[in-house]
């Protein structure tokens, strides 16, 4: 009995710095790398979870934008580091459109990151210049068919969220329609306010001044309900179209191997952080739904937003190579 009591204590003393350290997460600074430069919806959104995270954790959490290639260049540089929580991505859509329409990827997005929360989830929503004729998407589809080859959508480049949005409401409802890609979101508004494009699916976060001050009208928003800043504007399927759910979301991930213990506790406290009341409010007014997910449920989204953009991709022939 005696020799089984010795090894039972030298095993828990051998258990016992595991079970401190991670007890004691974090007790050093987190650094949030965002895939996104500074200034944009994603940037704005992770520094305000930052602040808030380094509140529960009473550590600093850095912001660290290293924004490039589509988000492949910030998920090279969380890969290198090491999968202690204390390195964690914060991407976009991007994480999902990437596998499913590049042939060529420099890592295996599912097994190479582990999901720990969806943050938020920003719907689209189809605005035209303030001049243009059409007054309901259905408007938009009956002018498309009646000027074969005359309307023009703007987009933020191939392959881009707004793309993409737009290429699913052609599938959905036959409109002919042609693709005028911009080398950003914002170059790609400025021509729809001046005129030059009638048409953009554009994140309801950044459009949202421009819809406000009447320099963009909204048609429909691409989301399962309308939203708290936008209540008059319909949803596409309060419009008659089913099946056009679309959202720019942000997501937190972490390096593959990061123990899933630590990642379910990461997990709830960012809950904690997004159910917050003044954080809450700010996300809310940049038209953002504060999900704050469990890592289970970030997983299963990201692969049902892998499947839907890769048959969308394949049909409409859309590939980022």
Known sequence: MHRRSMALAIAALALAPGLQAQTAFPNKPVR??????????????????????????AQPVVIDNRAGGGGIIGAQAVLSAPADGYTLMVDASNHAQNPALKKRMPFDTLKSFA?????????????????????????????SLAHPGRLDFASSGNGSAQHLAAELFALRTGAKMTHVAYRGGGPAMVDVMAGNVPVFF??????????QSGKLRPLAVAGAKRSPVLPDTATFTETGISGVDVYEWNGLFAPAGTPAALVEKIS???AAALNDREVKARLMSLGAEVIGSSPRELEQFRRAEITQWTALGQRANIALD
Not at 32 to 57: E, F, M, N, S
Not at 202 to 208: G, T, V
């Open 32 to 57: 949030l790398i965002v895939t996104y430069p500074p200034g944009g919806t994603v940037d704005v959104a992770a520094r305000i979870l930052g602040t808030k995270l380094a509140q529960i954790w």
């Open 115 to 143: 999901a720990v929360s969806l943050l938020v989830k920003v719907p689209s929503v189809l605005v035209v210049n303030p001049a243009f004729a059409a007054q309901s998407p259905k408007d938009l589809v009956a002018y």
């Open 202 to 211: 554009a994140s309801l976060a950044s459009s949202l001044p421009f819809i």
């Open 268 to 270: 709830k406290d960012v």
